[in-house]
């Protein structure tokens, strides 16, 4: 089982990238509420040691015992007394100019309310206790396919996504902050409760369904629980995800803390604890994973795409064309096998600046980039602007060498 959580969690970038930056140096202090300033203190290791009741309380840093007093933080109980917007600016001064890891964490926390998402792996430490470059790779990798598992279930509850909702699932995580924890066991990632909540709550539920199924499969042999753990999230991306994470350790854990600012979401705990993965749960997540593959049927779709990319093996005959898709199915591009009058009705159309409309069956094979049983063939009329993107485009693709010919495609 793994090691443990430290006690707590540190290690957000000096300078955030995005809208954490724009935010400013530090967060306005008359907006500040000192409740959730002193939820976060805790959550992050900070100890309270009295103050005047009922006024303010003192912090001291984790770790640094009576030491600590002389750069303690005095936080205010309340905005009620004439001197807590000062207390509260000079705590959030200290907090910016402090060298404890945690301190940035604090500001990150009151800048953007955040849920925070922490992972831990159980790994031997190497000099001076760091982690190896590869090992720090593989938690980051791990940790950004979890998250993007948990993005794709939002979309949607199904055992296998493959290309589907991709872009949808990257744009909804482009403002999570990403922090490593001193030594390169660990990383916390906040993920902003304005874009990021559903996420965090799809994760919670699909990490404690799958912790559930992989003990039942353990007990019993049977797979039954990974079926029905689907509908709380679970799929071949987080299976995938979690075997990557729990490779090579003793053990991982993935710990969930809400937003203080925000509160608990509906149909969550309040204090959610870790959930743990040990190398022995290794064959029951393989085996679900593949299980979620083998068991995703392919989906009847009516697709309008453009054509990037055309061949054939002669001058006459069938042929494949790629497809950037611009409706009717959650995927970037599709590869589509026409016959000789669907191909030929594909090159005019692209020729002419024009999507084409198709009907056909999304083949979960591969990861739903192929469409088969193709028919119904047509260009669709856009309108001038759109028409004049995609020739341009047309004029980068034909300089290309295998946008013609029997090259084969790059999925």
């Not at 990557?244 to 991982?252: D, H, I």
């Not at 591969?366 to 049983?373: H, M, P, Q, W």
Request: proline content about 9%; glycine content about 12%.
């Amino acid at each position: 089982m793994p090691g443990g959580l430290p006690g707590h969690w540190s290690g957000v970038p000096a300078a955030p990238p995005g809208p954490w930056a724009e935010a400013g140096e530090t967060p306005d202090p008359g907006r500040v509420d000192p409740r959730v300033l002193g939820a976060l203190l805790a959550r992050h290791g900070w100890r309270r040691r009295g103050g005047a009741t009922g006024r303010y309380s003192r912090w001291t840093p984790p770790g640094s015992g009576d030491a600590g007093r002389a750069t303690s933080l005095l936080v205010p109980e309340n905005r009620a007394f004439p001197d807590a917007e000062d207390l509260l600016g000079e705590a959030l001064a200290a907090l910016a100019h402090s060298a404890v890891p945690s301190a940035r964490e604090v500001l990150t926390g009151l800048t953007v309310p955040s849920d925070e998402i922490r992972w831990w792996r159980d790994v031997p430490p190497g000099p001076a206790g760091a982690v190896p470059w590869p090992v720090q790779e593989q938690l980051r990798s791990a940790a950004r396919a979890l998250l993007l598992a948990g993005a794709l279930a939002v979309r949607a509850r199904t055992g296998y996504h493959g290309s589907r909702h991709r872009r949808y699932a990257q744009a909804t995580l482009a403002s999570v902050v990403v922090g490593a924890v001193p030594g390169g066991r660990g990383l916390t990632a906040f993920l902003p409760v304005e874009h990021g909540r559903s996420v965090s709550v799809r994760l919670h539920h699909a990490l404690y369904a799958t912790r559930e199924a992989v003990d039942y499969q353990r007990a019993t042999g049977g797979m039954d629980a990974f079926d029905t753990a689907v509908e709380a999230g679970v799929s071949r991306e987080l299976t995938d995800a979690l075997v990557a994470l729990v490779r090579g350790t003793e053990g991982a854990s993935i710990a969930l803390a809400w937003s203080p600012a925000a509160g608990t979401p509906d149909g969550c705990a309040a204090r959610p604890e870790p959930v743990e993965f040990s190398p022995g749960d290794l064959p029951a997540l393989r085996a679900a994973g593949a299980r979620y593959l083998a068991g995703e049927p392919s989906v009847p779709v009516r697709i309008t795409g453009a054509v990037v990319r055309m061949r054939r093996s002669g001058p006459h005959g069938e042929g494949t064309v790629r497809l950037r898709v611009l409706s009717g199915a959650e995927v970037g591009h599709v590869r589509v096998s026409l016959d000789e009058d669907g191909y030929r009705t594909a090159g005019h159309a692209h020729l002419t600046g024009l999507p084409i409309r198709v009907v056909g069956r999304l083949e979960s094979r591969g990861g739903f980039r192929r469409l088969t049983e193709a028919s119904e063939v047509a260009p669709v009329h856009v309108d001038e602007a759109e028409r004049d993107r995609l020739m341009k485009s047309l004029q980068s693709l034909q300089e290309t060498p295998d946008f013609f010919g029997d090259v084969p495609e790059a999925d």
